[in-house]
């Protein structure tokens, strides 16, 4: 390195103690592209909060930001890139549709097992930038089986739950490759002879169950709703008997109807081998045949947990 760029270095970390030093590039003389290159990542290093030696003065300084009199550079407004267009884009879909979200969005209205009031609040704000920290810092608090989540072996089997059977052991491959969208037909649970009337082929291994929930939009209900369509036990059986699918995912709280639930799980958490993904978002999604991806945290010792899972077309 150059000992201009050394100058310009040291330039930019003391005006970087009072504004956003990405406004003055366009004032350095032209240098070759690597220079640029280089200067971007060292422009980049002297702002970021874990910043090189050249910068940690003013950010050492700057931790009492509340100081009025000393303005945190965390904080300007000059900070921001376009102060008059900070509305965030949410997705639904991306890449032109190739890439579906198919897991609902965390928030204080969506329901919650047997309750009439939804989530409510699970995150906190024990350290605000508005409250003079350097940064802001949420803390949630979340059942492990909210929203769009996941169930291993423990979750209705004790000796399973005993031995360890935790989501950190879910098999990631069956939770992500080749998957079947397919309708059930509305006026039923799904029973062994809904399921045989499915005609699921041999060899399919991942199955993403659209049923009435979805036409009820319940996910999107705050109150729990125990008329939810799922499997009864029989036809969790005759999953097991006749079918290949491992992973079997479904559009509410539950893969199992609310009047057999505990006996249902049961039947699909007994051979450990069957993975089970509930709250999944359907509605936008056309039946048909995608790569579904479904990575669950690696909670140790948790029979649960949320999971961001994604379609591929
Ligand atoms: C940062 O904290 C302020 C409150 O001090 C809050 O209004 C803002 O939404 C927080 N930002 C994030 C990203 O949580
Ligand atoms: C700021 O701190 C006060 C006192 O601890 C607290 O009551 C308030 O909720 C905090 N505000 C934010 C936005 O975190
Ligand atoms: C499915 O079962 C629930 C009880 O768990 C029941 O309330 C509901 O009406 C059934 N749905 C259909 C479509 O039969």
Request: net charge negative; no cysteine; aromatic share 10%.
């Given at each position: 390195m150059g000992e201009d760029l050394i100058t310009y270095t040291l330039t930019l970390s003391l005006i970087n103690r009072h504004c956003c030093s990405l406004t003055f590039i366009p004032m350095l003389p032209m240098y070759s592209i690597t220079t640029t290159i280089l200067l971007t990542i060292l422009i980049a290093y002297s702002i970021s909060p874990s910043s090189s030696s050249s910068s940690s003065s003013s950010s050492s300084s700057s931790s009492s930001s509340s100081d009025d009199a000393y303005p945190s550079p965390y904080t300007t407004p000059c900070d921001v890139d376009d102060v008059t267009n900070l509305s965030p884009i949410r997705r639904e879909v991306y890449n032109d549709g190739h890439i579906i979200d198919i897991s609902h969005r965390f928030h204080p209205d969506m329901p919650s097992w047997l309750s009439n009031d939804g989530l409510g609040q699970f995150l906190k704000l024990p350290a605000s930038m508005k409250n003079g920290s350097r940064s802001n810092v949420s803390e949630m608090k979340l059942v492990t089986h909210t929203g769009t989540h996941v169930d291993a072996p423990g979750h209705m089997i004790d000796e399973y739950f005993d031995a360890g059977?935790?989501?950190?052991?879910?098999?990631l491959h069956v939770l992500n490759g080749p998957a079947l969208v397919v309708d059930v037909p509305r006026d039923s649970n799904i029973t062994a002879e809904v399921m045989k009337s499915?005609?699921?082929?041999?060899?399919?291994m991942r199955v993403l169950f659209r049923t009435l929930n979805t036409d009820k939009r319940l996910m999107w209900q705050k109150q729990f709703d125990t008329s939810y369509v799922g499997f009864l036990k029989d036809g969790a059986q005759w999953l097991k008997d006749n079918t290949d699918i491992k992973l079997v995912g479904i559009d509410?709280?539950?893969?199992?109807a609310f009047v057999d639930s505990v006996a249902t799980h049961r039947v699909f958490f007994k051979s450990r081998d069957i993975i089970l993904v509930e709250g999944l978002k359907l509605d936008i999604v056309e039946a048909g045949i995608y790569n579904v991806h479904c990575l669950p945290l690696r909670l140790l010792g948790a029979e649960g947990s949320p999971i961001r899972c994604i379609l591929i077309k």
């Open positions: 059977f935790d989501v950190d052991t879910l098999d499915l005609n699921i082929p041999k060899g399919v509410y709280l539950s893969v199992a």
